[in-house]
């Protein structure tokens, strides 16, 4: 992991520490390619997790945004799923 990606997740954890009773319901918003395996792969992440996970297509299609709401135990859990989703390919987190 690089120096900034590292950085921000320390400013992340402090901002989730401070603002957030835990364990609360975090929404994560990520964007991917249109590529069935890839949402597949997102959603995987979040399976027997209770998530509610909405996907809305770009105008173009070469792209879809992914929503996932869930109940999240503390703000370490929050950055542990954000890590764990960034092996995707091409996805961008929100």
Known sequence: MDKKTEEFYIRLKEELTNSTLWPSEYLYKFIVPSDA???AQVEAAFN???A???TQQSKTGKFTSISVSVNMKDPQTVIDKYIEVSD???IISL
Do not use: A, L, P, S
Request: charged letters at 25%; aromatic letters at 0%; proline letters at 0%.
């Open 37 to 39: 395996g890839k949402i």
């Open 48 to 50: 027997d997790m209770g």
């Open 52 to 54: 509610v996970i909405t």
């Open 88 to 90: 995707i390919e091409g």
